[in-house]
């Protein structure tokens, strides 16, 4: 068996993003380079890791078992540059945080480009995911930091507030539903609706809730980002779900009427989490001291 850190990287890689083909992308290896080090690797033992299908690949027993021991190398590994770092300049260290959809484009932007400048020697590979899956890569030892959901099951977790983030609906000042009750979100399921693309954390949470009601959101059509679906919304397209802190920032002077919702899942918190905010290596700890001390000065 010759596995190097590169090999387990890419097959981290192409689980957590569910092909081949964006796994190699996430390493910088071409694809025909990324299959071969994967044959390679089951070539080497004889087993399949990888079960492939028409819509990705998924692990085998043997994969699973892979995957839980390329972390915790991988995670030694970091360690150890870091613990070197003093002894050699320009060793740089790596963070791996994972966030929700809004916490990525409404409050991490200023945030992470100040804490990186900084922190010359420290990186940060920043993902976008569902909360969910947030919490079950941080107890799996895949990510350093997260920020999710209060919705989610943080059992396990450390975690600390972040930010309140309630969600609003938004309408054309002349749709049906801006006058008289304010509608619940069954309500709104009879309408159509403009949506942040498919694979956004958020439009992910959204058609959960839906289908929680037996429902599905009618998505008339995506847009990237929210300033995009507010414009669409303020133009006559549809309805919206947007995070207020979007619509605050982003609205101007768009015709839009919002609406609070009264959903429980609506009304939002994020919270900054790790499988243990003791242990975290010293470059985390770093910008984990910097994304709670924001949290303590705006919220005291």
Same mark, same amino acid.
């Given at each position: 068996? &010759? ?20 796994? !190699? ?61 003093? $002894? ?30 900084? &922190? ?21 030892? !895949? ?11 943080? &059992? ?38 403009? #949506? ?8 992910? $949470? ?16 995506? !847009? ?10 303020? &133009? ?13 920032? #982003? ?31 010293? $470059? ?17």
């Amino acid at each position: 068996m &010759h596995f190097d850190l590169t090999d387990l990287r890419l097959y981290l890689h192409i689980l957590d993003t569910g092909n081949i083909t964006a796994g !190699a992308a996430r390493s910088h290896l071409s694809l025909a380079a990324a299959s071969a080090r994967i044959r390679a690797m089951e070539a080497s033992l004889g087993i399949d890791f990888l079960e492939r299908g028409r819509r990705g690949v998924t692990p085998t027993p043997a994969g699973k078992a892979l995957a839980q021991h390329a972390r915790t190398l991988l995670q030694h590994a970091e360690r150890m540059q870091q613990d070197l770092a003093e $002894y050699a300049k320009g060793v740089k260290g790596q963070i791996r945080l994972l966030s929700n959809t809004t916490a990525l484009t409404e409050y991490l932007p200023e945030l992470l480009a100040d804490f990186l400048c900084q &922190h010359p020697n420290l990186d940060i590979d920043l993902q976008e995911l569902p909360s969910a899956r947030i919490t079950h890569a941080l107890r799996q030892g !895949a990510a350093d930091l997260g920020i999710v959901s209060n919705a989610v099951d943080t &059992h396990t977790l450390d975690t600390l507030p972040f930010r309140d983030d309630p969600l609003v609906l938004i309408m054309p000042p002349d749709h049906p539903l801006a006058s008289g009750e304010p509608p619940t979100f069954s309500d709104t399921l009879q309408h159509q609706y403009v #949506g942040l693309t498919a694979n956004s954390a958020l439009a992910v $949470y959204l058609e959960e809730q839906a289908l929680h009601t037996g429902l599905r959101m009618q998505i008339r059509v995506r !847009a990237e980002g929210f300033d995009a679906v507010m414009r669409m919304v303020a &133009h006559g397209a549809g309805l919206a779900i947007v995070p207020l802190a979007a619509l605050r920032r #982003g609205s101007g002077d768009q015709p839009l009427t919002c609406v609070a919702l009264k959903e429980p899942w609506a009304q939002r918190k994020l919270l900054l989490c790790a499988r243990s905010f003791d242990h975290l290596p010293g $470059y985390a700890r770093a910008l984990f001291e910097a994304l709670g001390s924001v949290n303590r000065s705006e919220n005291p």
